[in-house]
Each structure stands twice: as C-alpha cells, then as structure tokens.
C-alpha cells in the first residue's frame, strides 16, 4: 500500500507563490507517473499537472500552463507543484495523484486514471 503526503499549501495573496509537496510512503520501481488535482467548493475535481516518473514528460491544464511547474525527485520518490502568479480561482482542495504500475492505457487528464491518492492540502488565494 502506497500513502501519499502533501505539504505546503496555505494562505497567499493573488500574484504569489507556493510549493506543493508530495512524498510516496515507500519507494516503488514501479511508479509510471504522478498528478496534481484540484477541487473547489462545490465543483469536480480537475485536472492540474502530472508528470510520467521515468521519462519525466510533463501535462498542463490550459488554466495553468506557464504559471505551474510540476517537477519530480526519484531519489525521494517526491513529486512537487510550483504555483506563481497565483489568482483566486486557483483557491481549491489539491490532490496528489500516483499511477503505480504500467497500465494498458494512461490519460493524464483522468482521475480514474491513478490508483492512490492523498488526502489533500488547501490552497487559498485572497484577491
């Protein structure tokens, strides 16, 4: 069983930054890739970033491309999200997401699509 564990969201000012953090409980070889996902208050989880934990190929949402950056250690099985140039509809719930295990078909984009998740951690940006 593999646990995720997000750190560092918090409260910050639209036009500012933050770094998210996830780290896998246990080192697995066979991690095929990792996502971030949001949820605001009353809507869908969506989509953020994911980056395929070999090849390092990296996915943006439109909503995020050139202010996001999701980047991976292997050494510490971490995968991270900076977030700049934060507005306030990027206030959500955000959820790191693992694909552990090559599956037949891979969509970054889907939830359903990552067998473990975390528990999340909560990005406020004040206008």
């Known amino acids: 069983q593999v646990q995720l564990v997000e750190a560092g969201g918090g409260l910050v000012q639209a036009g500012g930054s933050l770094r998210l953090s996830c780290a896998a409980s246990q080192r697995t070889l066979s991690t095929y890739a990792m996502g971030w996902f949001r949820q605001a208050p009353g809507k869908e989880r969506d989509f953020v970033a994911a980056i395929n934990w070999s090849s390092g190929t990296t996915y943006y949402a439109d909503s995020v491309k050139g202010r996001f950056t999701i980047s991976r250690d292997i050494a510490k099985n971490t995968v991270y999200l900076q977030m700049n140039s934060l507005k306030p509809e990027d206030t959500a719930v955000y959820y790191c997401?693992?694909?552990?295990?090559?599956?037949?078909?891979?969509?970054?984009?889907?939830?359903?699509?990552?067998?473990?998740w975390g528990q999340g951690t909560q990005v406020t940006v004040s206008s």
């Open positions: 997401a693992a694909q552990v295990g090559r599956p037949p078909l891979w969509t970054p984009q889907s939830r359903y699509h990552y067998n473990y």
